[in-house]
């Protein structure tokens, strides 16, 4: 089974700026993988002379896709770098909060960051055929999602995923892996793929066979 390793970035305070995006603290709580090892194979009982009509299923674990979840805390500040105490704080309490975003790319320049499509993003990660493409479901023309004061993702490189909207940008203009990111909107206490209440799902990129690293970027509004 694939295995994902998640890197935590250093944290960089949102300082009071609008449309700043920066490095998120956090901790991973769990990490797990689908089989099907609960399911019993089915049997059949036959000798020579026998035809079965036998209609099977199953499901079978994508190699390509990962996902993270979860909650985000945090404000809008007035203060010095680094700092631990602030001139002023602002609270975020919107339904709508902003975003968050992970990418292979340690050290990202937001201010390039632009829109890139799903055929981009099967190129970079080798997603020459199957069903699981970022063309298969980078198809929900209603995504607007405004990261770093833009609005990169677009038609062809973004979905809907429950109660979030989420997508593909690129860094460069011929993007490879580490110079894509995939952002999700911040939607207080909406609800999960499990029914359980958190501010973010997503959905992003992983090499098959190899282990990726992804950091997370935050974005409050």
Known sequence: MKKLLWAIAVMALF???????G???G?????????NTNQSAVSITTEGGNVSNVDLSTNTSTSRWAGAYGNITGNLVLGETGATSFMYTWTVS???LGEVCVSQNAAPTWTSFAATTRAEVDTAF???SGDDQAADFFTDSSVVLTVSGTTPITTTGATTLGS???GAGEFTGTPGESDLAFCANISQQATDYKGHAVDFELMFPATTGLTDVYYFYLELE
């Open 15 to 21: 300082c009071g700026t609008a449309f700043a995006i």
């Open 23 to 25: 490095n998120a603290t």
């Open 27 to 35: 901790s991973e709580v769990s990490q797990s993988g689908w089989t």
């Open 94 to 96: 919107s339904a709508d």
């Open 126 to 128: 080798g997603f020459a």
């Open 164 to 166: 979030w909207q989420f």
